[in-house]
């Protein structure tokens, strides 16, 4: 009986050398004491994992199970989903010819007139057909996602959700002569003036009423984009003008045998989402997958599916709510963050991954942060109120690669002040792991 409980010593013992036997303690130490007690990150919240891609082990963790509100690292939720689900190519639209006319579904598709991605010829498509019929009926959700902030409303990066987005559901304010000018044509007329102390143009929370204040607009008005508030009618309106013939709503089912036609490749918007952290190209591509899953239109069954089918294996369950990270009420583990950034690089060949990514120094959000002669930073950032995080790849000068998860939450000081810390801890990941 000695022996034998000497034996379970001795093996208790040796695991943690089993664990770090590919990395020198010393390192574990100094990045513990960089993260630790009396270092910037123990006055607010921090979670940090680091692991060995190759190896498959944990390298070094603090605060891992704990949850954080993840901002834009949701988006690699979503990019995950879209890898499962979507193929190559996106469906542009579900459709089926009546004669002479023709009835249209969405698909969640965003590209249509959206120029940060490429656009296909819906003009042309349409061309032989004398009525386009708009029908709604697989639209399943909200535009706006569970948990967004109402008075980010009249921002760019808050764009609503709808079945078949046009112009990226944003109206262009551009300033000619010291006077705004409102496109599509649509909301031309639909520019006032107002007293209110305001440097831009606005829009009403209920309506697609927009304003500006002369007085102030002529010294810092600007070139800016603005959301429309999305309906079916206002859809149907936009379309009418872009194809040049008349687009009706319609509330007809969509049937199980029809048509689809094919739009662009997916690389194009997972690049763009990815670079740019576009939340609405994030929250239109959880569309398609929900689409594609079931042909309606509905983010949080497609959410359901995801987690269910796909990540059941994850120790800390998710709380997600969206696909942009626009949501307060995302909460994610720097544990389960790695291992989504694992479940990728499974999917996802190397070269591709760390193009489709910011890189340090170089493209994206990264581009001003982790600057380095050989970049080493593969990442997707998070950024709302006091709260940033940095999920994906380092690439050390030893040639290894990990998967890595840098999360802070609650922090009372500029976002800036923080990467800077955080471009010192893994700065030391790259020369000493």
Known sequence: MKDTKKLILICCLCFPFQLWAQTNPKSVTALENQLGEHSFFSKHLTGFMLYDLEEQQTVYEKNSDLYFAPASTTKLFTFYAALLTLGDTTKRLRYLPKGKDIIIWGTGDPSWKYKPVPDIDMKGFLANYDKVYFSDSNWEDTPYGYGWQWDDYYYAYAAERSPLPIYGNLAT??????????????????????????????????SNRFYYNPSTYVIRGRDTKIPFATSTETFA???????????????????????????????????????????????HLLLMVADELHSKLNAEEAIEFITKNYLADLKDEPIWLDGSGLSRYNLFTPRSMVSIAEKIYQIVPDTTLFRLLPQGGRTGTLKNAYRAPTPYIFAKTGTISNNHSLVGYIKTKKGKLYAFAFMNNNYPYKARQVINEMEKVLLYVRDNF
Do not use: C, W
Request: hydrophobic residues 40%; charged residues 30%; without cysteine.
């Open 173 to 206: 304010v551009t300033n000619l002569q010291r006077s705004p000018h409102l496109a599509p044509p649509l909301f031309a007329n639909a520019l006032t003036i107002t007293t209110k102390a305001i440097k831009d143009v606005e829009r009403d929370f209920r």
């Open 237 to 283: 309106l936009l379309a009418s003008k872009e194809l040049d013939k008349e687009v009706i709503p319609s509330k007809d089912p969509l049937p199980e045998k029809h048509l689809v036609l094919k739009g662009i490749p997916l690389d194009s918007i997972y690049r763009e989402m990815l670079h740019e952290s576009d939340n609405f190209l994030a929250e």
